[in-house]
């Protein structure tokens, strides 16, 4: 009974981290996206989040050869939105606004694919996933008209928008990742999209590789992009996956706020950016919205 406990601890610890280091992505992309290109930092991301899950693939190699051509449709449907488009969408908009804004938007992510699941995957609407959607956006709106009046013009407005768009990049590979998974091991997929994404950045970094000083990259930046692609994508994912199939969804549903937290914290502590109220209400409207997407994993795992 007591080895039971342990083990349930252990796998709750797992979920806890899994969810604060996707969290961390945010930050860490604000300090990588100012030392060096975001194609470039974009391709050793991907390279080294591969890298990084290669030895736990390599255990799943037997099971390549037998993946459809569907699903190899859907992995690489993956690698465009879900490492392509996030890393590229996610690392210009974090140039054009603070990590707390950054963090924010990012929150929006269970909203927006909780209303991608309903378009396009046929998922029934429920009063909790659309009070979740309008919250999300109240909660962006909240955060846009507080900063209209500071000195930074448009560039917050283009920075939230793109950072949307790695949202919605995010919440494709979500739907498509649990697609993929339910024939092929979950981290074998994230290995795959992210080997499959090299090719996308390739030309764009060799071509900012032009000029581009290696030397004025200093260490934090180098740890940041170390841990952007070795933590949030590769054990980020391995944390997620291998504790997520060892408990209820009820109790996966319940760790979904910790990633909006460890955003905003970091954002914090890495960026030491100053705190603001509205920042504050815009993040407890979105937030809203994610306990809402929680109950409502939790009421369907249940159900």
Not at 22 to 36: D, E, L, Q
Request: with cysteine; glycine share 10%; hydrophobic share 60%.
């Amino acid at each position: 009974m007591n080895g039971r406990s342990q083990d349930g601890s252990a796998t709750r610890a797992q979920l806890f981290a899994g969810m604060a280091v996707f969290g961390s992505a945010t930050p860490v992309s604000k300090i990588v996206t100012a030392a060096m290109p975001v194609f470039l930092a974009s391709l050793l991301r991907v390279a080294i989040g591969a890298l990084a899950l290669a030895p736990f693939a390599w255990k799943q190699r037997g099971t390549i050869g037998s993946i459809s051509r569907k699903d190899w449709a859907i992995i690489g449907l993956i690698a465009l939105f879900g490492m392509a488009g996030f890393s590229a969408f996610m690392l210009y908009g974090m140039r054009m606004v603070s990590g707390v804004a950054g963090a924010i938007v990012m929150s929006t992510t269970p909203a927006v694919t909780a209303a991608a699941s309903m378009l396009l995957m046929g998922d029934h609407p429920t009063w909790r996933k659309i009070a979740a959607i309008a919250l999300a956006v109240a909660g962006v709106l909240v955060l846009q008209l507080g900063s209209a009046g500071g000195s930074d013009g448009p560039a917050p407005v283009a920075g939230i928008l793109l950072i949307f768009a790695a949202v919605c990049c995010e919440a494709c590979y979500t739907l498509l990742g649990k697609k993929a998974s339910e024939e092929i091991d979950p981290v074998l997929v994230a290995f795959l999209a992210a080997a499959l994404s090299l090719p996308f950045f390739l030309p764009f970094a060799i071509w900012q590789l032009q000029g581009f000083d290696w030397g004025g990259v200093d260490r934090r930046a180098w740890l940041a992009l170390l841990w952007y692609g070795a933590g949030t994508l590769a054990l980020g994912s391995w944390l997620w996956y291998r504790s997520i199939a060892r408990v209820e969804g009820t109790i996966a549903a319940a760790f979904m706020g910790v990633m909006p937290v460890s955003a905003l914290v970091l954002s914090y502590i890495l960026l030491s950016e100053s705190f603001e109220w509205i920042h504050l209400l815009g993040f407890a409207t979105v937030f809203a919205g994610v306990v809402l997407i929680s109950w409502e994993h939790a009421r369907m795992a249940k159900d």
